[in-house]
């Protein structure tokens, strides 16, 4: 048979990518031989309004409207980008707080990211089972900060709400039955044709190209490149509640799913442990001056590395907030796994990278 060559582009309006992002594929028959990414639809101006718009004191909440997915990841690393450079040092107790809601933040976005996975599959049904679960951990975060989304939890100096014994206990409630249901997940996608051995091979990353387009978060950890910013930082006692880095060797999509699946469950750990040992004191502590210096921040989002850059003169403004964000820095990684694949399964490739673009379109 004859090769035709056809383009194909995927997004940024297309049922399995409603992003503002667009892929072009050239393809030979069905395989993929080409692959051009274009990021650049939205831009918002959030980095430059930081600087015109807003004091310093303020862009914690604005920031964390760049993505709904990831707000408190985003709001962490101002703030604590901030406090760094105010010199100030935060309760142990506000720092278990912060762990706890960044850690239920990456429970029900690796939620959604399975539930897409399993949609691009074809497995409706499981799709609706993951999303209608994931709404335990909403329910959750709206126990512990009164909202669903957008928390506006965390705050220069530590965070806005205490946690009370009643609302731990039914905290911890809700924690076993998401454990139980997780548990469900993983004997479908071990089990399940249509969640493994249908993806076992696809859409794969080596190691060796892993370190050589800079991929990280999940889609790293799934090839065996062991990074991970909570294995890194000291700022958060990340070691002292239960952190256990998640990897796979295989680096297709199985292994994908697998690594945050197994990351769900040690999210789960870190949650109880930090709710049965919560230290004592205070939530606030009110730091006093300006930011002046410069300050670089790293957290790790659901999707990888989030990074800060702040700088100050020490007035009530700032010079610059500079945001990188994990999609865009695994762009390059994306368009390489694509090459050589079926265009029949680029959809599911696609849902197993987990892209949040609006994070990208800041």
Not at 203 to 209: C, H, N, W
Request: glycine content about 8%.
């Amino acid at each position: 048979m004859s090769k035709k060559t056809i383009h194909i582009p995927l997004g940024s309006q297309h049922i399995s990518l409603l992003e503002p992002v667009r892929f072009k594929f050239e393809c030979e028959n069905e395989k993929i031989v080409g692959v051009d990414s274009d990021v650049g639809f939205v831009h918002r101006g959030i980095e430059r309004a930081c600087t015109t718009k807003f004091k310093f004191d303020a862009i914690g909440y604005v920031v964390a409207r760049v993505c709904g997915l990831c707000a408190i990841t985003h709001s962490l690393s101002y703030t604590v980008a901030i406090e760094k450079l105010l010199g100030g040092e935060i309760s142990k107790k506000a720092k278990y707080l912060r762990i706890l809601l960044l850690e239920l933040d990456r429970i029900h976005s690796h939620m959604l990211c399975l539930s897409h996975t399993c949609e691009n599959a074809g497995f409706e049904a499981m799709f609706m089972r993951i999303m209608g679960d994931r709404e335990l951990v909403m329910e959750i975060q709206e126990l512990l900060t009164g909202n669903r989304i957008q928390f506006d939890y965390i705050s220069i100096g530590g965070v806005n709400r205490d946690l009370d014994v009643q609302t731990a206990k039914k905290i911890i409630e809700n924690l076993a039955l998401v454990k139980a249901k997780v548990f469900s997940y993983i004997d479908e996608f071990t089990n399940n044709w249509s969640l493994s051995l249908k993806f076992k091979g696809i859409g794969a990353l080596t190691l060796e190209d892993a370190y050589r387009f800079n991929a990280i978060g999940p889609l790293a950890r799934a090839c065996g490149l062991p990074i991970d910013v909570r294995n890194e930082i000291e700022y958060l006692p990340f070691d002292e509640v239960g952190f256990k880095m998640q990897t796979h060797n295989d680096g297709d999509i199985n292994a994908r799913n697998m690594v945050r699946l197994n990351e769900i469950l040690n999210s789960l750990e870190m949650c109880e442990n930090i709710l049965r040992g919560l230290p004592e004191g205070e939530i606030f502590t009110k730091l006093k001056g300006k930011p002046k210096g410069e300050a670089l921040m790293r957290f790790e989002a659901p999707r990888g590395e989030l990074m800060y850059y702040v700088k100050g003169d020490g007035s009530a403004m700032l010079n610059r907030v500079r945001i990188k964000t994990p999609t865009f820095a695994c762009i390059p990684a994306f368009s390489h796994i694509f090459m050589g694949e079926e265009y029949a399964d680029a959809p599911a490739i696609l849902a197993s990278f987990d892209p949040c673009l609006s994070c990208t379109a800041k």
